[in-house]
């Protein structure tokens, strides 16, 4: 339990001097479609200086050349990835693919920046698990220990002093999200727990693909990578230690024909006698303090979180079958990347939490 | 176990004379989605005579000047529904709502045409279980006992010599043919069992509502009826008379943003000692004589059965976890709903049973 | 051309003093589409209290109990219409059906506050049009001499001072915008101008109806109102004016399936000796000083405005078939109504007219 | 005009001898969707057997290997391109791309089977003309001349004698399929005709590129190819032989959000004098013995033509305007590609016109 609170007192909000003037920040690898989540929500907040933006590809392009959807908003110039080394910057977004940022890491180091990783490289707390389920032998596992987990919820004090942040994938939002208040409450057997999980077609990323093409994808729906996706490890490990026990889950991600939006609804079994009331308060209570997660009354629908970077949770419990189930629902990109990503990043420069990402969701 | 047979060798195709010549068909209801497909697979058919077509609303009105896609193939006027007493039908098809479907049959009984009713009016075995889970008393529930439950793959030795067929729900068919497999050969735990279940929209009808409208629905994902769905019931009378034990089903709905298609999701625990390929045997060798279960070896996708009767179907053991999950494809308004039905007609009326209903999905 | 400035240099932004300090808003009939789009965008905007928000149906109620998109940014109770009356408000944005805001505008006039109306109860400039297209007789037609056609492109002075904003459509602001720039520098013949447009399905407003059922639309794609649609007056109108002449245009809509956004392709006919480079040029200079027109330099698409209230505007010439082609790109929810709503607001308020509205579209 | 008749009764449906028995066809190119269409549709056929079936690629695998939906229905090996010579083959239809198809041509020549060539390498009857537009010099200009195209609704005697049929792109065949009729009867100015084409994605192939990867596509809509797309001289060309005069048109195609279906809307000025009776008379009598187009009396959408061969075809006058507005929609698979391939080859083959082709359309 040293890295995760399980206390929800622990957990809540501590308080902390806030910090004022602007900061210097930079995005590496602006434009796959975290990069530019992370671009059209930094345009918005007061508190930084978008300094430097980088792409190994388009670099010497206008920015708003590439994506036009940015034009008159942010056209800055795209550098290469060594022009962080020319500034002064105080914290540098890595919105590179998996097995890339770590060679960042590992040629940059933590002494000039501090670093939120939006990539998987930091997120796992073993190299060998790493190499076993990326396929790649870890670049620079000197790193991994002091990497902090930027789930805010749970891990909001060391994320705070961290140099070096893993910012949780997608569907590990959701779903540690949907089951943290049942584990940590130890209301639930953390071997019963079966995740189903559904993900608009962002979250496999900017490069065309057979899996991606619009007529594969539209009218269609299916489930993939079973019993083998990389983010099965990533929500076991954080959910055991947040229990202090081993979490057991089986996860099943699916491919919903939206864009945006990931729906993850959850099964377990109670192991204490519960009711519908107990449930819900647990939820209620768990997440009192939290701006960014939802606990509603209905069942969720990703259209209520599109392009905001909340959580919608809704809990409840069959009587009948003896069962809990949790819904959460996420925008893929926002509080499954680059949200969640700004949210960490105003922890750790003691900004107000929510700066930056107070917006109704693009409903309908 | 009266009504279903237990053994596979039981179940597999008894031979029985074809007979020849023209049937005369009648479809109560078919300006709804069901109605309208079965008109769509009907026109198809080569052993049957579309003699009477009706509608409550339309009657006067040539099919095709309600739905310009029928024009040049099927342009009969619409009859109102009493004319079903003018002509000498063989098979009436009752398209028509839960509730409604009961008293068309109180009122017609089953003497002058046998009938495939695709309502839920006669799929539970108690008109006790109807009134609580339809809210509504049952209309002639001397009628309960003879209903058929129309899913060919598990009762067609019934169906065949059935005057009234209650045709499956659409989640029902793919949940009973993902899971009897593993109940009927006693490989899991009858009370282990989660239907994760996704659909979509015109399962809801054609009536237009709030849930169903364009914007409402477009780039969006959500869980309905949890806990409370009609179709729990019928899922689980179903695999209880299969297995002769007590079933019992945790089923969640979503809605899917596409017009035609379900994918099921199952989760259970094996009760025997098992791997991947006995799982995926005891699927094959299930349905080896099944024209429309298509055992497949990648997680199946519903554009893949588009527009047909097939219901493609995956099962896989996770060693890891010890769970067996098995995933069902159908279009639910054929294998789900008229095609099903026409499968029913086929056997009752000593037709081929895939006879009118092998095309290839419309895909992509 | 009393009303509409016909020369560039005359619509360019004159200077007036910004006047600080927060204004009282209502919003009247929040509930439908116009109305969400307008409190989404109003809780981003830092100048202004939203003081009053009505709703006929759900008053009483609070607005995130209706709309769960909204919890923890919009939880105001919705008042009843007549409320406007007990508080102090500057401005009164109409979101309402035709036909029914200018019985507001009649009962409550313009003595308490200013009002911008997104209805077409005001758009056309006589009562006898407005009766011939909106097939009921104007309730007021004493308001439409001085209510001002809210497109600040073109008319920002009069829009500055008045007290009554007739809020365009969305197919007439896409319209307008795309040829505004020809006629009013006489480069095309007023008399060939077909506008193609395609909307997508929030357009057709909140209500559920057969033409917006999800199975109708999802994969569809037709034209409607074809000879008949109500902007083609609009449109005419405010050409006509502009130019000092009878503009007539051909008009057709379609309905896209999508949620948001309006491609608008028109074809004209030059009066003048044009090329590519001319064409170009001229929509670049006319919209130089115009912040949320952007001239791009290839064919628009709508998800580079979603959510947005940027008008995203390319025009070509066609030297082997001498014929002009502009193509037009906005969020008919924002440009094409709340955003430009606004918009008038800001000059209305003597605001800095894009405050409240720069944020980058919702792209992927 | 040679190549195609220009009067009306000329073009009906002349009698030929229907010849009976089973023909052998071949299928070059059967894994892009063009070809995936073909087998869809040819595997209904009751009067060919689909011998060969060619990939490049995927040689020597099971065809519903690569397309799971055709399990059951179409499991013949893919064979390598050069097993057509080893069959005795009566027709062959290429399914290859563009530039590729005509190499074939050149190597097999037209000695031992017919070809129904599916790209455009055959349709534009210049090879000049073709260099300039497909930018790459025709491999075998020989065979041009006698090249038929092939939309059998205005070239069915040429067709059903000619050893090569150029298949219409789709995009002329919903525009000729809307303006024939009026310019064959000299209703319309030839130089006023702009044409505003809508199609779905499935137009753009099955190789996944940047403008057809999911996300940039869902919930999007954008025009292309302005100016230069190949299908304008093919357009221009047919309409040109068919009314014995320079015709010119102006056409956009835009990308529909949808997998299939294309919808065509022209306008075009009157040469003379004309009423909205007048002109869906013409074309309800052009068209009167054509099955597979619809003249409809609303304008048509793409679902009631999906899976099919129909063309819905909509024609008004707008008399406030003096312009003709014609909507056409097609599947642009069908009879945008396969379907009206299969019409061509039943044609060649003394089939009757339509078998195999009688399928209601897909909806919902």
Redesign the interface.
Known sequence: MSELENNINERSFSNYEIEHGKRNIGVVGATG?TG?EL??LL??HPDINLEVVTSRSSAGKKYSAI????????DNELLPVDSVSDHDLDLVFLAMPHRVSMDFVKDYGLENFRIVDLSGDFRLKSADLYEQWYEKKHSCPQYIEQAAYGLPELNRDRIRNADLVANPGCYPTSSILALAPLLMNSLIDPGSI?I?S?S???GAG?????T?????????????G??NHRHTPEIEQILSIVTEQEV???F?P?L??????I?T?T?SRPSVDLNQDLVREAFLLFYETE?FV?V?D???????????N?C?LYA?Y?E??N?I?T?A?IDN?VKGAAGQAIQNMNLMLRKIEKTGL???????
Chains 1, 2, 3, 4 share one sequence.
């Open positions: 479609y530019m671009i059209r345009t918005q994506y036009p959807s940015f034009e008159g908003i942010f079966i189903d559904k608009g077609v962002t900017s490069t065309p693909k057979e991606t093409h619009f007529p594969n994808v539209f009218g269609n729906f299916s489930a993939y079973l019993l057991q889950v089986q099943t699916h919903l024909p939206i864009d945006r939006g729906l609804t099964y701006y939802r509603v209905q069942p969720p629908s990703v259209k209520n979180v599109r392009g905001s909340y919608d409840t069959d009948r079958t069962r189930i819904i629902a990109l107070v917006y109704p969701p693009l409903n309908p």
